[in-house]
């Protein structure tokens, strides 16, 4: 008869809370295979058996906020206005951040390094993003090239939700802020 098996889902799924929430709020460098394990309630051997170390729940953390966002963004229903669409795909952004702060803080903000020079995967969170655009350009409602009006409005998006994040902007500034910039962002690549 085998050992029973004490690394279970239910250790799994501890370490990945504990991991969002140490990789968000401290340095990589400072996030030890004992820390994780300790603030889990768990051994170093569990981070090792379940993610081949700490690189392995990295990876998992990133790839669940990847997912979270992608799943966000591809709810929202397109409809015969693609500047519509583009701005529902902004508010969706910021819900998702706003809601899963320490998932947006692991994507973006430094425990991975983020390239968005990279291939475009079918589930990037940039997907919807880049066929909204698409279309909007098809239908000669925006003009420029593609990648550059997806950086345009991640960076201000991801400005504005990272402040927003931080405290530095309170509820209504940060509402009205959102609402108006997004918009300018947006006028600005029109013909």
Not at 2 to 16: C, H, M, Q, W
Request: aromatic share 6%; proline share 4%; hydrophobic share 45%.
């Amino acid at each position: 008869m085998g050992r029973p098996r004490t690394n279970d889902d239910t250790v799994k799924e501890r370490l990945v809370a504990c991991a969002t929430e140490m990789f968000a709020t401290r340095p990589r460098e400072l996030v030890t295979v004992r820390a994780l394990a300790t603030a889990a309630g768990t051994s170093t051997t569990a981070v090792y058996s379940l993610f081949d170390g700490k690189d392995g729940l990295i990876g998992e953390v990133r790839a669940r906020a990847v997912a979270g966002l992608f799943q966000g963004l591809s709810a929202v229903p397109t409809s015969e206005d693609p500047l519509a669409d583009l701005y529902a795909l902004a508010v969706a952004y910021r819900r998702w951040g706003r809601e899963h702060g320490h998932l947006y803080t692991v994507l973006f903000g430094g425990v991975q390094t983020f390239d968005p020079s990279g291939a475009v995967g079918t589930g990037d969170p940039v997907r919807p993003l880049l066929a909204a655009i698409d279309r909007a350009l098809a239908e000669s409602v925006l003009a420029g090239e593609p990648t550059a009006i997806a950086l345009s409005v991640w960076v201000t998006l991801h400005g504005l939700v990272t402040l927003e994040l931080a405290g530095a902007l309170d509820a209504a500034t940060a509402e009205t802020t959102f609402r108006s910039t997004i918009r300018a962002t947006l006028r600005g690549w029109r013909e």
